[in-house]
C-alpha cells in the first residue's frame, strides 16, 4: 500500500518558514517581498490560479500587484508593462500567467522579464543556470516535487527516475533536478518506444503528460515513488490526475493524490522564488 504523499502539509510548513523569513527581512531592512501577477484574458483556469497566488500573498505577508488586462491588450503595452515592473524596486518577482492570448508571442514576453525578478524561471538565462547547477531560481512544479519526494526521507542518489512528459515547464527541468542529486534519469515522451516498460523499471516516476489514466499498474514497479504532476478533469468534469489511482497506487511505497499533491506545492514554490528574489536586494 502506497503512502500518501500530502503536498498540502509540506506545503503549509513550507509556507510558515517563507512567512517567518519574510517577517525577518521586513524588519531587518524594511524589505516587503512583492510580486507582480499578470493575466491578459479571461481564461478561468488561469483566473482561479492567480486569485489564489494573491491570497498566498496576503497570508505570508507579501505586497502583491496584480494586472488583470483585457483579451484585447497588445503584445507592445504588455512589453511596456513589464519594462516598468523590471525597475519597480517594490516589485520583485514578476509572474506573467501562461498561456496568453494567440497574438501575444510567449517567448519575447518570458524574455522581456528581467532574469533578476523572473520567478518562474522562464528566462533562457534562468534556464541555462540550471542547466549548469548554479541557479537563484527553480521552476515552481519541478521544485515542488523535489520536496515532495524528499519529504518521503528517501534518498534519491543513484535512483533511477523517469519523467513522463518533455515540457518547458516541467519534463525538461524536472530531469536536469533529479540529475542534480544524482538520479539516472530518462525523458520519455510521445514517440518513447516501451514506454511501459520504461516506466516500470522507475524507482522514482513523475508523470508530466496531461492525460486522465495514462498511467497504469503494469507501467508502476513494486515498492515505487509515483508523483503525478498531471491536472485533467475527468469525464464529470473532476480534477484528476495522469495517473489510474486505483489501479497504481496498492503497488507504490508513496504516491501523491490529485488534488491536493503537487498542486499545492506550485504556488508555495513561487513565494519561495518571490522571498529569494527579495532577499537578494538585501543590503549586505
Ligand atoms: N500557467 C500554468 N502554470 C504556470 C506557471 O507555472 N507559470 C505561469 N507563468 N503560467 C502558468
Known sequence: MGKLISGKA??????????EKALALREDCGIQPGLAVILVGNDPASQIYVRNKQKACEELGFHAFEYKLSENYTQEQLLDLIGVLNKDNKVHGILVQLPLPDHIDEQTVIHTISPEKDVDAFHPINVGKIMIGDYDFLPCTPAGVMELIDSTGVSIDGKYCVVVGRSNIVGKPMAMLL??????VTICHSHTKNLAEIC???DILVSAVGKADFITANMVKEGA????????????GKLCGDVDFADVEPKTSFITPVPGGVG?????????NTLHAAELKRPK
Do not use: F
Open 264 to 272: 499545492p506545492m506550485t504556488i508555495t514554490m513561487l513565494m519561495k
Open 179 to 184: 540529475l542534480h542529486r544524482n538520479a539516472t
Open 225 to 236: 515513488i509515483v508523483i503525478d504532476v498531471g491536472m485533467n478533469h475527468d469525464e464529470n
Open 200 to 202: 516500470a523499471s522507475a
Open 10 to 19: 509540506v506545503s503549509t510548513s513550507l509556507r510558515a518558514e517563507i512567512r
